[in-house]
């Protein structure tokens, strides 16, 4: 099964994905956790990732298609969470599928409202050793400000600063926005409303799973 996460910033991909990928034993291949690790690592591909990143724009099409290249599993099912972003990644990552005979089973729309977008990325706090992600109100640590899981403490994203979030939601609407359509037409996408609590969404996609992928 190879299911897609599509959405705006914030609106709980990750979140989902985490989760969904434990509990259905899927590979969870989360773009933006990746570049943050080569930017973190200094590799040449974090290099040339960092400037885009950190003004909020997507990294080139070409970098992040050989990344999933070396990534993507052969067999076995994958949650891919931020990755396509554009048409043509989209086209790319067909390519790719079908050399393997394989195709995307599903695409999930994470739709959510400007307002609670903001709301989410201005409370989230992040591990910069293990990855895990909180919200000071939706999903917070059980030690105020430190990681569950390594007891690191927690930092808030440069890029979810306010004038860097408003640049990523502009950049979701003309880049990454074309691909609802692209998957509607190709009968594959399926719309989650976003805007209900972790719990909810979560259960709302694991019905949508087991009925429709
Ligand atoms: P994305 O991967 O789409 O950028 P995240 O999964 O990181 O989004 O979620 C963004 C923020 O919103 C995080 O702080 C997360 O804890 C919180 N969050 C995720 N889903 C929900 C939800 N359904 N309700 C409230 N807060 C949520
Ligand atoms: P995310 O953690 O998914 O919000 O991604 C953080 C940042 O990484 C984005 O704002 C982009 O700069 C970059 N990025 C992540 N995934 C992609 C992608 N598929 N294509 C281009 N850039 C990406």
Do not use: W
């Not at 729309?109 to 977008?117: G, K, Q």
């Not at 430190?146 to 600063?161: A, K």
């Amino acid at each position: 099964m190879i299911i897609v996460f599509l959405g705006p910033p914030g609106s709980g991909k990750g979140t989902q994905a985490k989760r969904l990928a434990q509990d259905m034993k899927l590979v969870h291949i989360s773009t933006g956790d990746m570049l943050r690790d080569a930017v973190r690592n200094g590799t040449p591909l974090g290099l040339k990732a960092k400037e885009y990143m950190e003004r909020g724009e997507l990294v080139p099409d070409e970098l992040i298609v050989a990344m999933i290249e070396e990534v993507l599993p052969q067999k076995g099912g994958v949650v891919l969470d931020g990755f396509p972003r554009t048409v043509a990644q989209a086209q790319a990552l067909e390519g790719m599928l079908k050399n393997n005979d394989k195709d995307v089973s599903c695409v999930f729309l994470f739709d959510s409202d400007d307002e609670v977008i903001v709301e989410r990325l201005s409370g989230r706090r992040s591990c910069p050793n293990c990855g895990a992600v909180y919200h000071v109100k939706y999903s917070p640590p059980k030690v105020d400000n430190l990681c569950d899981v390594c007891s690191t403490p927690l930092i808030q994203r440069e890029d979810d600063r306010e004038e860097v979030v408003r640049k990523r939601l502009e950049v979701y609407r003309n880049q990454t926005s074309p691909l609802v359509d692209f998957y509607r037409e190709k009968n594959k996408l399926k719309v989650i409303n976003a805007e209900r609590s972790i719990e909810e969404v979560y259960a709302d996609l694991k019905t949508a799973i087991s009925n429709e992928c």
